[in-house]
C-alpha cells in the first residue's frame, strides 16, 4: 500500500533552516507529484509547493518562494522540502502528499529562540 | 491564505444528514477537481473524495460529494460519532498555479 514517513519532530532557532524528508513505498515515486502542506496549530492547511519527481520540476506558492526548496533522490524514493531563514511564525506541522491523496503522518517544526 | 470558503461549522443528531458547501472561483473548483479530507485531531487529514465526487476504497458510502459550478459540497448522512471532526476541501488553482484548501469546517455530533 502506498506509505509516506517523514522525519522526526524537529526545534530551530529563529534564522535557521530545516529540511523534512518524506520517504516513499508501494508505489512507483517518479509516477506521482508530491506536495508539500503546512499547519499551524489551530488553523487550516496551507499548500508550499509541488514536485515532480520525475523531471525535479518544482513550483512553489508566492508566499515561500524564496525560501522553501523541495528536492528528491530519487534511488531512495524519498522528497525533501527545505525552509529557510524560519520565524516562529513558521512554526508547524509539515506534511508530504502524493498529488494531494495519501499524506505523510507530519513532522512538527517549533521555531523559538 | 484559504481561497475557498466553507462554513465554520456544521453539526447534527446520530442519523441525520448534514452538508458542508465549499465556495470558489473560475479559477479553482469551477475548472478543476475538488477534494475533500477529513481530519481528527492530532492526525494527518485522510481523503474522503477525489475528483469531485470518487470515494477511495474504505471510505463509506455515507460521504458523497458532489459540484456544480464555482461550488462543491460534501454530505454526510447517517451521521455517527466518530464523524465528528474537521473537514476540508481543496482544488488546484489555475491563477495561482497552486493548490487552495478550504477554511475548514468542524462538524460536531450532538
Known amino acids: 500500500q502506498v506509505q509516506l514517513v517523514q522525519s522526526g519532530a524537529e526545534v530551530k532557532k529563529p534564522g535557521a533552516s530545516v529540511k523534512v524528508s518524506c520517504k516513499a513505498s508501494?508505489?512507483?515515486?517518479?509516477?506521482?507529484?508530491i506536495n508539500w502542506v503546512r499547519q499551524a496549530t489551530g488553523q487550516g492547511l496551507e499548500w508550499m509547493g509541488w514536485?515532480?519527481?520525475?523531471?525535479?520540476?518544482?513550483g512553489y506558492a508566492q508566499k515561500f518562494q524564496g525560501r522553501v526548496t523541495i528536492t528528491r533522490n530519487t534511488s531512495i524514493s524519498t522528497a525533501y522540502m527545505e525552509l529557510s531563514s524560519l520565524r516562529s511564525e513558521d512554526t508547524a506541522v509539515y506534511y508530504c502528499?502524493?498529488?494531494?491523496?495519501?499524506w505523510g503522518q507530519g513532522t512538527l517544526v517549533t521555531v523559538s529562540s | 491564505q484559504s481561497v475557498l470558503t466553507q462554513p465554520p461549522s456544521a453539526s447534527g443528531t446520530p442519523g441525520q444528514r448534514v452538508t458542508i458547501s465549499c465556495s470558489g472561483s473560475?479559477?479553482?473548483?469551477?475548472?478543476?477537481?475538488v477534494y475533500w479530507y477529513q481530519q481528527l485531531p492530532g492526525t494527518a487529514p485522510k481523503l474522503l473524495i477525489y475528483?469531485?465526487?470518487q470515494r477511495p476504497s474504505g471510505v463509506p458510502d455515507r460521504f458523497s460529494g458532489s459540484k456544480s459550478g464555482t461550488s462543491a459540497s460534501l454530505a454526510i448522512s447517517g451521521l455517527r460519532s466518530e464523524d465528528e471532526a474537521d473537514y476540508y476541501c481543496?482544488?488546484?488553482?489555475?491563477?495561482?498555479?497552486?493548490?487552495?484548501f478550504g477554511t475548514g469546517t468542524e462538524v460536531t455530533v450532538l
Open positions: 475528483r469531485n465526487n
Open positions: 481543496a482544488a488546484w488553482d489555475d491563477s495561482l498555479s497552486g493548490y487552495v
Open positions: 508501494g508505489y512507483t515515486f517518479t509516477s506521482f507529484d
Open positions: 514536485m515532480n519527481p520525475n523531471s525535479g520540476n518544482t
Open positions: 473560475s479559477s479553482n473548483i469551477g475548472t478543476n477537481y
Open positions: 502528499a502524493r498529488t494531494v491523496e495519501n
